[in-house]
């Protein structure tokens, strides 16, 4: 059990307290002395005198000025002390009233100047504490910024399709300086015009519909050069150039970065924002300038990829010819077909439900379903017909010679032999196949012509139940 001190102690006492007990000893003495001179050998033989009287009382005087004195003193120091709790408890905003320049006076002066240095240091902590949160947004801003550029080298690097890579990448660079919105402008070698292929964020469709031709005045000052543009505070345009800039795009700060290919400018990459007295930062102009480069290298592999698709002319899976192949096949069998006055038709085959079979039965049945089926269309067709896989599931022929009558027979033969085929076990694993037929010069003379009648005709068997041949 705590022993509680006794009232009597003077360990419970403040200072003030002790110097009042200490006062009273002291005093009691001289004046009990007093008292027994006054007693004893004054008062009996002299009586009473007024000196006596008025010594007496002097010396009470005295003594009660020393006390007040160090009354006064003590009260300095007990509301210093006071002071310095408050203060310790986290009140640094308090200051002391220094009246005299004696050592309690410079104590409190010295109480001041540790709040004043605790407050400075406090305000210093409070500044490095915003750069340190400022420091770490940035930093995770471009953590976030190098993580996108990362997930488009990879779907670069995967040779993912280019219009997701560009639509990905200017998605990505709106996160950007807190764009609105984001553009990519590609240049029309032929027309020499800049039009908006992709954009991303508030008034995005809009862009869309955005073209710059050289007639423009912007065309030559802004896009057309090897130079970034920034268009913001720190940065504004002449009044004129401004004006027909902001009434295009219809936003008030922008930047722009060229993506140079081969010597030129092949596509301008933006962003911008409506904000007022927004300016665009070092790291803003560097980090845009690092998605350019990998649009340009992404432009450059599509590039090559078509090259490429020119050069080849087989599909890889089914060893039937690819789309490229039917299409420039196709033009040539309808001029000579124009020049000799004959037929000429054209037919696209579809696989029924080809995705659920894929998902059913996995990928390595699946692509073993599409050489089996390509080698049922080469069985039912002639040695002058040409058939190409223009699909994942997709197939075409070439007829020449044939009109849709014709055609609409090769079409059902071949519909049979795949329903014979795929269709003799369970349902689930029936596979099937659709097609439309179109002809020239009765659905058109051009290859654009006749493969979306064909496209058309092919959609409506669908429509229709599918497993059938639809023929205008």
């Known amino acids: 059990m705590e022993n509680k001190p006794s009232r009597f102690s003077l360990s419970s006492r403040t200072v003030k307290q002790k110097l009042m007990v200490a006062f009273q000893l002291m005093a009691i003495l001289p004046f009990l002395v007093s008292v027994y001179l006054l007693s004893i050998y004054i008062f009996p033989r002299f009586g009473v005198r007024p000196d006596i009287i008025f010594y007496l009382a002097v010396s009470a005087l005295l003594a009660i000025v020393g006390l007040l004195v160090i009354k006064e003193v003590f009260d300095r120091l007990t509301s210093v002390t006071a002071e310095a709790k408050f ?30 240095r605790i407050r400075s240091d406090m305000d210093e902590l409070k500044d490095y504490s915003a750069k340190t949160t400022e420091i770490n947004i940035e930093i995770q801003k471009k953590i976030i910024v190098l993580s996108n550029l990362m997930q488009i080298s990879a779907l670069i690097s995967e040779g993912s399709k280019f219009d997701e890579v560009l639509k990905i990448a200017v998605e990505k660079s709106r996160a950007l300086a807190n764009s609105e919105v984001a553009f990519l ?13 992709v954009s991303d964020g508030l008034r995005s469709g809009y862009l869309a519909s955005i073209e ?4 423009d005045n912007i065309y030559h000052k802004i896009f057309n ?17 401004a004006a027909e800039f902001i009434s295009r795009f219809q936003v008030k700060n922008c930047l722009a970065m060229p993506v140079f290919l081969r010597g030129g400018v092949k596509a301008v990459l933006g962003i911008a924002n409506n904000r007022d007295g927004f300016s665009y930062k070092k790291d803003d102009v560097e980090l845009l300038d690092i998605f350019s480069r990998q649009l340009a290298v992404a432009i450059e592999n599509d590039i090559l990829e078509h090259r490429i698709e020119k050069l080849e002319i087989k599909d890889a899976l089914t060893g039937l010819y690819n789309r490229f192949f039917i299409e420039s096949r196709l033009q040539e069998e309808i001029q000579r077909a ?3 006055q004959r037929p000429c038709s054209f037919v696209v085959l579809d696989i029924d439900n080809f995705r659920n079979y894929r998902e059913k039965f996995g990928l390595i049945r699946a692509e073993a379903s599409l050489k089996k089926t390509a080698r049922l269309i080469q069985d039912c067709i002639s040695q ?7 699909d994942d599931d997709e197939f075409s022929i070439i007829l020449p010679e044939k009109n849709k009558r014709q055609s609409r027979e090769v079409a059902e033969e071949i519909r049979r032999k795949m329903e014979e085929a795929f269709c003799s076990g369970p349902q689930d694993e029936c596979l099937t196949l659709s097609s439309g037929v179109s002809e020239n010069p009765l659905d058109g003379v051009e290859v654009g012509q006749l493969m979306l009648k064909a496209k058309e005709l092919l959609k409506k068997a669908k429509d229709e139940g599918r497993n059938r041949v639809v023929v205008f």
Do not use: H, M, W
């Open 185 to 197: 402008l590609f240049k029309n070698e032929e027309k020499g015009a800049f039009r908006v292929k």
């Open 87 to 116: 203060i310790a408890a986290g009140d640094i905003n308090r200051k002391l009233e220094v009246q005299y320049s004696d050592e309690v006076g410079e104590l409190g002066n010295i109480l001041n100047q540790l709040t004043c």
């Open 338 to 340: 124009i020049v000799y």
């Open 212 to 215: 710059i031709g050289a007639k």
């Open 384 to 390: 002058v017909d040409r058939v190409g896989r223009t």
């Open 225 to 241: 050069i090897n130079r970034v543009f920034i268009l913001d505070k720190q940065n504004p345009l002449d009044e004129r150039l």
